[in-house]
């Protein structure tokens, strides 16, 4: 079975500097891996994915993720927030033959002016 | 444009009384799938489909129905709702499962008293 983790339910962060969102997965077999955006009141959109090749993977809006075959990890970066990044994130995974994505728990990243 | 479009956003409802939330797409994609989120818990898939009259189940099925007659739509049905699926739902497809990213539409607010 596969899962992923997101240790941070809130990170509160200020503007302009930097933030690392958290994401571990376990699979048994290689994966595809995601980020989520979700804004108030609507629905998730993808920051950015993992499918194959170089490891590190840039998104709209800044944001780029690393994934870490070793420590199984995709974390999620942004050298400089700012207020607007204000939202919950999702990793998200698939393992190789598996018909459907398993979701992280979410983290809020709270920017402060 | 392309979206996915879920009524209706708010739903209010007792206690037994049956009701659909409906999913439409114009993307020719696929997969559709069903989910629910809870504080805490990010989120969960009720059930998927491949494509048209191919459904499976997901991690929280009980309580739920889905039917896919048509590619473009994916209707969820709560035969007799309960206060325990009070929750935001969202539908989602992607041209096909694995690589390709998920289209999220906006949600469904649903209160069970």
């Known amino acids: 079975a596969q899962s992923v983790t997101q240790l941070d339910s809130q990170v509160p962060v200020f503007e302009e500097a930097p933030v690392e969102l958290r994401c571990n997965y376990s699979?048994?077999?290689?994966?595809?891996l995601f980020w989520y955006v979700q804004y108030p009141n609507q629905g998730l959109q993808l920051l950015l994915k993992?499918?194959?090749?170089?490891?590190l993977v840039k998104g709209i809006n800044g944001f780029e993720a690393e994934f870490n075959k070793s420590q199984t990890s995709f974390h999620l970066r942004k050298p400089s927030v700012h207020i607007s990044d204000t939202a919950e994130y999702f990793c998200?995974?698939?393992?190789?033959?598996?018909?459907?994505?398993?979701f992280g728990t979410g983290t809020k990243l709270q920017v402060i002016p | 444009e392309a979206q996915v479009t879920q009524n209706p956003r708010y739903l209010i409802t007792v206690t037994g009384k049956k009701l659909t939330v409906t999913c439409s797409q114009n993307?020719?994609?696929?997969?559709m799938s069903w989910y629910r989120q809870d504080p805490g818990l990010g989120l969960r898939q009720i059930y998927y489909?491949?494509?048209?009259?191919?459904?499976d189940k997901g991690d929280v099925p009980e309580g739920y129905k889905v039917s896919r007659k048509e590619k473009r739509n994916f209707p969820l049905i709560l035969e007799s709702p309960s206060p325990n699926q009070t929750s935001l739902y969202f539908c989602?497809?992607?041209?096909?499962?694995?690589?390709?990213?998920?289209?999220f539409g906006n949600g469904t607010r649903l209160t069970v008293t």
């Open positions: 699979s048994s077999v290689s994966v595809y």
């Open positions: 993992y499918l194959s090749g170089s490891t």
């Open positions: 489909s491949m494509n048209v009259e191919v459904t």
């Open positions: 989602a497809s992607s041209l096909s499962q694995g690589r390709s990213p998920l289209h």
């Open positions: 993307m020719n994609h696929e997969y």
């Open positions: 998200a995974v698939i393992g190789g033959g598996y018909q459907k994505v398993t």
